[in-house]
């Protein structure tokens, strides 16, 4: 599956779920580590467990490997680690208070 492809599967399965605010990012040019960075807002705990489960669930029926998943929904965030894609799940104030687009996109 092409990069392009992957993150056409990852962006629908959260927007199934109902994410929001869903930013794909990248940043080949920043770490030798991972391709892309995937940022979505959740609602409340339930809908960021929704989102995760929507992504590990296309991924594994797309054979993407996952290298892990960590977090906790009561957190308000969780993060998806498929190798050459990051995807973080977040409450919408847990993801102003990281603001992980400004950092992965601000000039050096």
């Known amino acids: ?3 392009k492809d992957l993150l056409k599967v990852i962006k629908k399965a ?3 779920k109902k994410g929001e605010k869903v930013e794909i990012i990248d ?3 920043l770490t030798p580590f991972t391709n892309y960075y995937v940022i979505c807002s959740a609602n409340n ?3 960021i467990d929704a989102i995760r ?3 590990v669930g296309e991924l594994e029926l797309n054979k ?3 290298n892990h998943v960590e977090g906790k929904a009561k957190s308000g965030w969780v993060l998806i680690d498929a190798y050459h894609v ?3 799940v977040f409450s919408k104030s847990e993801r102003e208070r990281f603001n992980l687009t400004q950092i992965l996109t601000r000039k050096k």
């Open 45 to 47: 705990p339930r809908q």
């Open 53 to 55: 489960d929507a992504v």
């Open 27 to 29: 940043v080949k040019a």
């Open 1 to 3: 599956m092409s990069e």
């Open 86 to 88: 990051i995807i973080n």
């Open 64 to 66: 993407v490997k996952l």
């Open 14 to 16: 959260i927007l199934d």
